[in-house]
């Protein structure tokens, strides 16, 4: 991934707390069979392994498990918050005009060798970590166990694990770190006069990682 260093970010903290609020990410392979992606939900364990592990599962009938299996090179891309950025925002366009558009974003990339699951019991704890995970927020959580188990059973056949050990983690939070103090200024109240949560998020990180929190 192309990261100029002021849009690089190397804190494991931040860059797992994105991973745990953007869960579906985008799971990459490359074997034999030529590349292969798919958007895929994923359970982060930060304190497994030597630098953190993930787990999912694919369909049986789903073939990147067999790439898996057999050794392909694998990408988990998850993407973050994103937004627009118009060039009308900045104070650039009123001094000069020399102004483009372009878009913010938050993005982690994760490799490491991955291997395929089909042990149940393994299986059964995976559906539970991210169920858990997933429902944590609600007033009242669905559970796994709430579905009959021979049903449960039969889905579960019809799944296989993944387990990616982690070696890289790589972020790039694209902020508006780059722009003068002014335009950072214009892009923050831009977002913040947008009420969609997406744009509030954004505006957030853009006062911590481009304005230091000092706005």
Not at 75 to 99: H, M, N, S
């Amino acid at each position: 991934m192309y990261e100029p260093s002021h849009f690089k970010v190397e804190d494991r903290d931040a860059l797992f707390a994105v991973m745990r609020e953007h869960p579906l990410a985008t799971l990459v392979t490359v074997g034999e069979s030529g590349l292969i992606a798919n958007p895929v939900p994923f359970v982060v364990h930060a304190d497994e392994g030597a630098q953190g592990v993930l787990r999912a599962h694919l369909a049986r009938p789903n073939p990147q498990w067999k790439a898996i299996a057999a050794g392909a090179e694998t990408l988990v891309i998850f993407t973050g918050v994103e937004r627009y950025v118009t060039p009308a925002w900045y104070a650039t366009k009123q001094e000069t005009g020399k102004v483009v558009p372009t878009w913010n974003y938050v993005t982690v990339q994760v490799r490491g060798p991955a291997r395929a699951i089909e042990d149940p019991v393994w299986l059964r704890a995976q559906l539970e970590s991210l169920t858990r995970q997933q429902e944590a927020p609600r007033a009242e959580p669905w559970s796994v166990s709430d579905a009959p188990e021979p049903f449960v059973a039969a889905q579960a056949r019809g799944i296989v694990g993944i387990e990616i050990e982690i070696t890289s983690l790589i972020g790039k939070f694209k902020l508006s770190q780059n722009r003068q103090e002014a335009d950072k200024l214009g892009v923050l109240n831009g977002l913040a006069t947008d009420p969609e949560s997406e744009s509030q998020a954004m505006a957030s990180l853009v006062k911590t990682y481009a304005l230091g929190g000092n706005a």
